[in-house]
Structure formats: structure tokens, C-alpha cells
T-cell receptor, first 113, second 113 residues
Framework: DQQVKQNSPSLSVQEGRISILNCDYTNSMFDYFLWYKKYPAEGPTFLISISSIKDKNEDGRFTVFLNKSAKHLSLHIVPSQPGDSAVYFCAASAQGGSEKLVFGKGTKLTVNP | NAGVTQTPKFQVLKTGQSMTLQCAQDMNHNSMYWYRQDPGMGLRLIYYSASEGTTDKGEVPNGYNVSRLNKREFSLRLESAAPSQTSVYFC????????????FGQGTRLTVV
């Protein structure tokens, strides 16, 4: 019973193009969503987050979009750079502390020079 | 700027051996977590400690015990290691369990033979 789903295990894009990573969730109680980036042999690092009161949050080249009715969020990276090559995890949590961060399985992004 | 520090980085155990993974954070965070990452499985929560003096089970607690030694330190113990516990273990901390960004350690790669 996967509450956070990242259905694409991998994604390959050309440098300079847009990368779009997708995430779906099933728990309607989730109201805070995060993206983490992970390089090999390192721990995940926080990238960007969005609260359910918003539908978009932007930080430099990274934008997260939230579609609550579809229970879907996406991470856009524009323009993509080779250094963005990593595994990206989507995570979600619900208010009240009754649920901690729930992670998706991750999408491996490769940005080709 | 140590953040979250885990020791050891690598460990090989024989089936049935015990060991303790150590984790310390210097950010004065209240909450700490232990995750395991397996290929194709994403990050799964083993145990967490919402605040000093409390611990709770996560998604996959069987075969593990934890101790929140003080606000800084949260250890994970394998009493009798099994090959199924071969994984990469990550410790993380956050200000609280409520809608906050978690900071991760660099991971411990454990192999049980």
C-alpha cells in the first residue's frame, strides 16, 4: 500500500532542457510535500517543499507544482544541468504529527551533456 | 557545520552478530529518525523519536531497537543481524515531526553475510 508513488524509476534529459519528475499520492490527509535529492554515497538533501495551501513554489531553477484534486505533484528543473543528475525522492506528511514523512521510491535523473 | 553524523560508514556483519549504529546531530533538533534504503524501495522509516525520551515504531521496526540517549544522539541496534537487514541506513533529524524539513546523515552501508 504505497501512499506516495513515483512511477518513473528513471528519466534522461539533455542539458539545457526541462526535467519533469512526477509524484502521485493517495492519502488525502497529506498537506505538505517535499522533494529530496540524493547523490550516490551521500544522504538525501532537501530541495524544495510546498504546502497544500499553494499550487506552486519556485526556487531558482526548481519549481514544484501541486494539483490537489488529482493528488499529483511535479518537480520542474529548468534548465537541467549535468550536476542535477541524482535520485529524486518525493515525500509527504500530514498535519498533527500522526504521520511522519512518507517517501516515494525515487526517480533517477540523468542529465546528458 | 557537522549536521547529522553517522558512524560507522561501512560495516560487514555475520548472521547473528549484533551491532549499534550511532547518530548524532548538532542542530538542536527535537525529532530524530532511522530509515533504511533498499534498491527499488525508497526510504522506509524504521523508528523515530519525536522528542527526547520518546521513541516509536515506523514502517519496518522488526529486528531493530533504538535508544534516544539524549537530545543529540539516537542509536539503532541490531540484536541478531540477518541477511535481510543488508541495506543502507540513514539517520535524520528535524525540528519536529510536524511539516518540517529533515536533514540526513551520509548513511551507513551494512552488509550481513
Amino acid at each position: 500500500d504505497q501512499q506516495v508513488k513515483q512511477n518513473s524509476p528513471s528519466l534522461s534529459v539533455q542539458e539545457g532542457r526541462i526535467s519533469i519528475l512526477n509524484c502521485d499520492y493517495t492519502n488525502s490527509m497529506f498537506d505538505y510535500f517535499l522533494w529530496y535529492k540524493k547523490y550516490p554515497a551521500e544522504g538525501p538533501t532537501f530541495l524544495i517543499s510546498i504546502s497544500s495551501i499553494k499550487d506552486k513554489n519556485e526556487d531558482g531553477r526548481f519549481t514544484v507544482f501541486l494539483n490537489k484534486s488529482a493528488k499529483h505533484l511535479s518537480l520542474h528543473i529548468v534548465p537541467s544541468q549535468p550536476g542535477d543528475s541524482a535520485v529524486y525522492f518525493c515525500a509527504a506528511s500530514a498535519q498533527g504529527g500522526s504521520e511522519k514523512l512518507v517517501f516515494g521510491k525515487g526517480t533517477k535523473l540523468t542529465v546528458n551533456p | 557545520n557537522a549536521g547529522v553524523t553517522q558512524t560507522p560508514k561501512f560495516q560487514v556483519l555475520k548472521t547473528g552478530q549484533s551491532m549499534t549504529l550511532q547518530c548524532a546531530q548538532d542542530m538542536n533538533h527535537n525529532s530524530m529518525y532511522w530509515y533504511r534504503q533498499d534498491p527499488g524501495m525508497g526510504l522506509r522509516l524504521i523508528y523515530y523519536s519525536a522528542s527526547e525520551g520518546t521513541t516509536d515504531k515506523g514502517e519496518v521496526p522488526n529486528g531493530y531497537n533504538v535508544s534516544r540517549l539524549n537530545k543529540r544522539e539516537f542509536s539503532l541496534r541490531l540484536e541478531s543481524a540477518a541477511p535481510s537487514q543488508t541495506s543502507v541506513y540513514f539517520c535524520a533529524s528535524s525540528e519536529s515531526v510536524l511539516n518540517t524539513e529533515a536533514f540526513f546523515g551520509q548513511g551507513t552501508r551494512l552488509t550481513v553475510v
